[in-house]
């Protein structure tokens, strides 16, 4: 029997959303994690009577850079939380003279130039290997599409987003490296996010908002946080009737994931049974419990 998903949909505010408004049956509860704590109490409610679950990545009030979020406690915290789905709503800088500040893009690759986090739930005493080739899931960028196009919101499909480690925004030697690369965008979030969203089989795509052209544009003042700032409360109801529109279309039962996000660690797990370390597995529970369970 082929098996049916009741979807749950995962959203991750970044810079400048804290919130998600008119959620039916809203309450913020606190989802404890082994990994430590996520970022914020997760916000709980349904949307057209589709069950959603609101992360604000920074924390309400933006506390935590870039380098200190709890990359893992966050995914494990949703996954815990039951989503199947995550959308990540993020800010992000443009690299290309056709993406300005006020255009959304669904993006489908990274470059991870990220150092400093924790970037996988796996290591010694379990060992697993995920394939991110495909690191966003096309079905989540075919119904943000759709909803974005419905609502007539200048958007593009597919490109590339380039991870920094930040806190600092890039040089402009660095912007201009980036461009020639042929990256869309810049930000300093999505990975390891989008890595760990892959290793605990969950369906992950990105919205990458653009606020700014970074520092590379002759015409166009160096990006300021006040900058990125303005420009995303701008942008914030558009965001939200994505937001509106996409999770209804999300949220119909379904069949497994077309692309296999939800299976991807089938052929992941390397370490032999009688070599893998007890406290890690207990870890795992969430990640990984369909495979560790069997
Ligand atoms: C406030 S500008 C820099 C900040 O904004 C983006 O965060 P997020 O992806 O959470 O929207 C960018 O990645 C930086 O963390
Ligand atoms: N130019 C930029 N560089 C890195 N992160 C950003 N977030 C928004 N704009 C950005």
Redesign the pocket.
């Given at each position: 029997m082929p098996e049916t998903v009741t979807p749950v949909i995962g959203l991750i505010g970044?810079?400048g959303l804290y919130d998600i408004e008119g959620l039916e049956d809203r309450e913020w509860r606190r989802v404890a994690t082994p990994w430590g704590d996520p970022s914020d109490e997760i916000l709980f409610g349904r949307l057209a009577g589709v069950p959603v679950r609101f992360l604000p990545?920074?924390g309400r009030g933006h506390p935590t850079p870039?380098s200190d979020l709890n990359y893992r406690a966050n995914i494990d915290a949703l996954k815990r939380a039951g989503c199947t789905d995550v959308i990540s709503l993020?800010?992000?800088g443009s690299l290309r003279e056709d993406l300005p500040p006020g255009h959304f893009v669904i993006v489908d690759q990274f470059i991870d130039r990220s150092f400093a986090r924790v970037k996988s739930f796996f290591g010694t005493g379990c060992v697993a290997h995920v394939s991110v080739a495909h690191p966003v899931c096309p079905r989540i960028g075919d119904a943000l599409e759709g909803a974005a196009r419905g609502l007539v919101l200048p958007v593009t499909r597919g490109g590339t987003y380039l991870v920094m480690e930040?806190p600092q925004f890039s040089t402009k030697a660095e912007s201009e490296l980036y461009r020639q690369w042929g990256c869309s965008v810049i930000?300093?979030?999505?990975m390891p996010e989008a890595k760990l969203a892959r290793e605990a089989e969950l369906c992950y795509a990105t919205v990458a908002m653009v606020t700014d052209f970074d520092c590379w544009h002759p015409d166009h003042d160096h990006v300021t946080?006040d900058q990125?700032?303005k420009v995303l409360f701008g942008n914030a109801d558009k965001a939200k009737a994505l937001v509106k529109s996409v999770v209804p279309a999300l949220g119909a039962p379904r069949g497994l994931c077309p692309a296999g996000c939800d299976r991807a660690l089938d052929h992941a797990i390397i370490t032999a049974p009688e070599k893998r370390d007890p406290a890690l597995l207990a870890k795992l529970d969430a990640v990984a419990g369909r495979l560790l369970r069997a």
């Open positions: 970044g810079s990545r920074h870039p993020s800010a992000v930040g930000g300093m979030t999505n946080v990125v700032v």
